[in-house]
């Protein structure tokens, strides 16, 4: 069982580059979501979705598009990379059930590390 | 907006008993969960919490205050391997759908 598969796992991007983030999961989960986490700043919700063909912003949604064509992908764009995207990113997945159940199934990615130069 | 604050730094003797706190804020709210990070690792999960009370799972137990909106990890019989950042993350349930949004984490070492 893969879990929750992120890659690249290191990429350096020059500013006003493009590049896409792919996470894949083989849970069947419903729900994805990506993070990005900063010095000092814990984890911090970029784009979510609740199943395919529906996402949504998170806190920090600007300069980041995401698409959920089927249940196992979640790919997230950035579409002209800047330095303040420099960053470690994590994708996750998890079920309906884990909120408000025992919530023991959210299952994080390993990270992506991006530099913007 | 939503809020959720939880000490930056703590320091403990190993075989000591440390308590990281965590206060929030936020509307919605539909359970608390208390994740363990490692410098480079992604974050692994330590408890949930959904009703008041307190929850143990061996070394470690973590207690919610719902009516407070607090909520305190507990770690026992500390190990130098327990160092590592806590995150406090709160479960949200907003416009059908729950959000799962992070303190800033607290980062807790361990001495020998």
């Known amino acids: 069982n893969a879990g929750v598969t992120q890659t690249p796992k290191f990429q350096v991007l020059k500013t006003g580059q493009s590049m896409t983030l792919q996470c894949a999961q083989d849970?069947?989960?419903?729900?994805m979501s990506w993070y990005r986490q900063d010095p000092g700043m814990g984890l911090r919700l970029i784009h979510y979705?609740?199943?395919?063909?529906?996402?949504d912003q998170g806190e920090v949604p600007n300069g980041y598009n995401v698409s959920r064509s089927t249940t196992e992908d979640f790919p997230l764009r950035l579409l002209s990379a800047a330095p303040s995207q420099t960053s470690v990113y994590f994708c996750?997945?998890?079920?309906?059930?884990?909120?408000?159940?025992?919530?023991?199934?959210?299952?994080f990615g390993e990270g992506s590390w991006l530099t913007v130069v | 907006g939503q809020n959720i604050d939880q000490p930056t730094e703590m320091t403990a003797t190993e075989g000591a008993i440390v308590q990281i706190n965590c206060t929030y804020q936020?509307?919605?709210?539909?359970?608390l969960f208390w994740y363990q990070q490692h410098a480079g690792e992604a974050p692994t999960f330590l408890s949930y919490?959904?009703?008041?009370g307190l929850e143990e799972k061996g070394r470690f137990s973590s207690f919610l205050s719902r009516s407070k909106g607090y909520s305190y990890l507990l770690l026992k019989e500390l190990q130098m391997k327990d160092s590592a950042s806590y995150l406090c993350?709160?479960?949200?349930?907003?416009?059908?759908?729950?959000?799962?949004?992070f303190g800033a984490g607290t980062r807790l070492a361990v001495h020998p």
């Open positions: 919490n959904v009703l008041d």
């Open positions: 993350a709160v479960s949200l349930f907003s416009g059908g759908y729950n959000k799962l949004i």
């Open positions: 849970m069947n989960h419903e729900y």
């Open positions: 936020t509307s919605g709210f539909n359970g």
């Open positions: 979705s609740v199943g395919a063909g529906i996402t």
């Open positions: 996750a997945s998890t079920s309906p059930s884990s909120f408000g159940g025992r919530g023991n199934t959210i299952y």
